[in-house]
């Protein structure tokens, strides 16, 4: 799945990945399951994520055609909500 079209679970996994690599931490897939049974690693649900990606990423953010489009000088992503369209760029950014 590219990451332009990643979503759910899968999205919020690959956001923990990256977390966990910027962090000098390995991430585990049994840690992410049970702690996102316990509400943790929603990233595309963490309103106060948002704020730290715009500003560490430089990101715009706009709704355009009834989707949210979040740019900046390097790459684009689109989603059906903000944080969604964020993620992804943080992702793509990242590769």
Same mark, same amino acid.
């Given at each position: ?44 649900? %963490?309103?106060? @994520? @948002? ?28 989603? %059906?909500?903000? @944080? ?6 943080? @992702?793509?950014?990242?590769?």
């Amino acid at each position: 799945m590219k990451n332009t079209e990643v979503e759910g679970q899968n999205l919020d996994y690959e956001m923990y990945q990256y977390a966990c690599k910027v962090s000098g931490k390995s991430p585990s897939q049994t840690e992410f399951e049970q702690g996102y049974q316990q509400g943790q690693f929603q990233f595309q649900k %963490d309103k106060q @994520l @948002l704020l730290d990606l715009l500003e560490t990423y430089k990101i715009n953010v706009q709704f355009l055609a009834e989707e949210w489009l979040a740019s900046n000088t390097k790459a684009s992503a689109w989603g %059906d909500t903000p @944080l969604v369209a964020v993620c992804r760029l943080v @992702l793509i950014l990242n590769r």
